[in-house]
């Protein structure tokens, strides 16, 4: 929160809101025992939306390459150039970095929902192109251990994408 400008007294507060706080689960007159909330914020809470935003916040930093489009939890990364293969590596290396600060910032990405479109000239074939080579989401693990062993799937690449109800691209 301080990096978003937010100081004491209301970081204090913030702090004190979040911490302390526990749930247990009732199924029918059975009760579980009390557990500790680790992380997030109260469901419901008028808070909530703006203390994700702020959490978020830092994202777009960790791109060096791309540039960021979020809104909520959905990030669009753009990238624009004339050397494919050059572009697909920069892609590569901001896809990297989004893993690493999402296990760094306690979110988990879908990458089942993660896809990628190139749109490009009619005139290139991309079937030609040796260096039309997948992105892949690798795992935090895989990262840190410098993609040895990799088992990672590729990022599905499409020819189409709806992101955020406009659909992008040719059908």
Request: aromatic letters at 8%; hydrophobic letters at 35%.
């Amino acid at each position: 929160m301080s990096e978003c400008g937010v100081d004491k007294p209301l970081n204090d507060w913030f702090r004190d809101y979040l911490t302390g706080r526990s749930y247990r689960v009732r199924v029918g007159d059975a009760l579980s025992a009390m557990t500790a909330v680790r992380c997030g914020v109260p469901q419901g809470s008028g808070c909530g939306p703006v203390s994700y935003l702020m959490h978020v916040n830092s994202l777009s930093g960790a791109l060096q390459h791309c540039t960021a489009h979020i809104f909520a939890d959905d990030l669009c990364m753009l990238l624009a150039g004339a050397d494919l293969a050059e572009l697909l590596s920069l892609v590569q290396c901001d896809v990297d970095a989004v893993v690493e600060w999402s296990h760094d910032n306690g979110i988990l990405l879908n990458t089942s929902k993660t896809k990628y479109m190139l749109i490009h000239s009619p005139y290139i074939d991309l079937s030609k192109q040796p260096s039309a080579l997948p992105i892949t989401a690798h795992s935090y693990s895989c990262i840190h251990n410098k993609n040895i062993y990799c088992t990672c799937e590729p990022i599905e690449r499409v020819n189409y994408i709806t992101y955020l109800g406009v659909i992008s691209g040719k059908s």
